[in-house]
């Protein structure tokens, strides 16, 4: 079935370890997202891709990278992970920049 | 910077009554307009879209919304809601001319009782 696939669905981790957010698309769409979200202030981008290749900064890039080395693939790394970081995350795409974007079913991530 | 204003966080109505939803953003040359739900634990899910053309669009599972460029709003409505319905809703922009990136409202809650 098509779709976005996100790995892990859950994950505990201490303080200061490095942790990557897998993100797969397989509806060879051009650009990719993603999203964390927290009780009461809804999903909030953290960076986003337009094609394989580029990336840019959403509006809670901090303590993020991301990399787009091909169409499908889309992880997300925390360097060092921080309590504030613990929240659900999404990743999205989506067409092109005015289409309807496409989410993955979540992580769950718990900063300890 | 544009914005997504949804005015009610929580919305409790009883079964097969009729239901609205409200949003408003800030004013933009132009819009592309979105509502998604969210069921627990789970991702969003694409209710409907206006991207041009007719102002009333309908979406799956019932719902339409209305584009109303004057008052700046797109509200949600269902005219006879299911236990089924109860579930996050969420508004979402993309302003025109930007890089595409959703700007979301913070969700309201709709709990539809028997």
């Given at each position: 079935i098509a779709g976005i696939t996100q790995a892990p669905t859950s994950q505990i981790l201490a303080?200061?370890?490095?942790?990557?957010?897998?993100?797969?698309?397989?509806?060879?769409h051009n650009a990719m997202y993603w999203y964390r979200q927290d009780l009461g202030l809804g999903l909030r981008l953290i960076h986003y891709s337009n094609t394989a290749g580029t990336t840019g900064k959403g509006e809670v890039p901090d303590g993020y990278s991301v990399s787009r080395a091909n169409t499908d693939d889309f992880p997300l790394t925390l360097a060092s992970a921080v309590p504030s970081q613990t929240s659900v995350y999404f990743c999205a795409s989506a067409l092109g920049g005015d289409q309807p974007q496409h989410f993955g079913d979540g992580t769950r991530l718990s900063i300890l | 910077a544009q914005s997504v204003t949804q005015l009610d966080s929580q919305v409790p109505v009883f079964e097969e009554a009729p239901v609205e939803l409200r949003c408003?953003?800030?004013?933009?040359?132009?819009?592309?307009?979105?509502?998604?739900?969210?069921?627990?634990?789970q991702g969003l899910q694409l209710l409907l879209k206006y991207l041009s053309g007719s102002t009333l669009v309908k979406g799956i599972?019932?719902?339409?919304?209305?584009?109303?460029?004057?008052?700046?709003?797109?509200?949600?409505?269902?005219?006879?809601?299911?236990?089924?319905?109860?579930?996050?809703?969420?508004c979402a922009v993309i302003p025109g001319g930007s890089q595409g990136n959703l700007i979301f409202g913070k969700g309201t809650k709709l709990s539809v009782k028997p």
């Open positions: 303080a200061g370890r490095r942790m990557t957010l897998r993100c797969t698309q397989d509806m060879r | 408003n953003y800030s004013s933009s040359v132009s819009v592309y307009l979105f509502w998604y739900v969210q069921y627990p634990n599972n019932g719902f339409e919304a209305e584009f109303n460029k004057s008052q700046t709003s797109f509200h949600l409505r269902k005219p006879s809601v299911h236990i089924s319905d109860t579930a996050e809703y969420f």
